[in-house]
């Protein structure tokens, strides 16, 4: 297996087919965009990564990711899976970083499949407008744990391969947290959504990967 996989889905199709694992809830493709098509309030909406030559595999727990959002997010908290445990049977211990819209703030949470802790949070620079990017780099293990948060207007890659270390500029802010619990070793992921509101969960152009790359 090649050390720091890529991988990214542009969703131009008309189904997700065997790329993606859906954990809970309920994702399709419509006109070309990733849509959560029944959510529920307080209860995310997760699916994993487990295509590609090496199914999902990152080569390593230092990972990022990018997402564009296609819709104004009004009510619905966009973000990634990192660090999961597998691309198959139940999800277990992981981080779910996302941009909580409503009160524009970042939050860094660990999930065993659903929520257990929030282990940091910081505000953001405003509300995710349509067509907006988001994206997070994490690295270093237990209370070493750092998770950079990003968002942009445009592709910050310009439409190339995601370099969070040389393209993307500073974050919006970086967090870390003394106390887990943590997850160290996972080297898949994907992406949630967490909201009430189908019209305002959309997102497209998702990539992934292990810094190194």
């Not at 090496?54 to 727990?61: A, I, V």
């Not at 990711?65 to 992981?94: C, E």
Request: glycine share 12%; aromatic share 12%; proline share 9%.
């Amino acid at each position: 297996m090649p050390a720091f996989t890529q991988y990214s889905d542009d969703f131009d199709r008309s189904s997700l087919g065997p790329d993606w694992l859906v954990d809970r809830l309920s994702f399709a493709i419509v006109s070309n965009e990733l849509a959560e098509t029944a959510p529920k309030t307080n209860a995310p909406a997760q699916m994993r990564w487990r295509g590609g030559a090496s199914g999902g595999d990152t080569g390593t727990p230092n990972q990022y990711g990018k997402l564009q959002i296609r819709s104004p997010l009004t009510k619905t908290p966009a973000g990634f899976i990192a660090r999961s445990n597998a691309p198959t049977g139940p999800l277990a211990g992981h981080y779910e970083i996302h941009f909580k819209t409503d009160t524009k703030e970042w939050r860094w949470e660990y999930y065993n499949p659903l929520w257990q802790a929030t282990l940091g949070s910081c505000a953001g620079d405003g509300t995710l407008a349509a067509l907006d990017w988001i994206g997070f780099a994490i690295t270093g293990s237990g209370p070493n744990t750092e998770v950079s948060l990003y968002r942009w207007s445009a592709d910050p890659d310009a439409g190339g391969p995601p370099n969070p270390l040389a393209a993307w500029g500073p974050p919006d802010c970086v967090l870390q947290s003394a106390t887990g619990p943590f997850a160290d070793t996972g080297q898949y992921g994907g992406i949630r959504f967490y909201g009430n509101d189908p019209a305002n969960s959309r997102a497209d152009n998702w990539s992934f990967g292990g810094q190194g790359n």
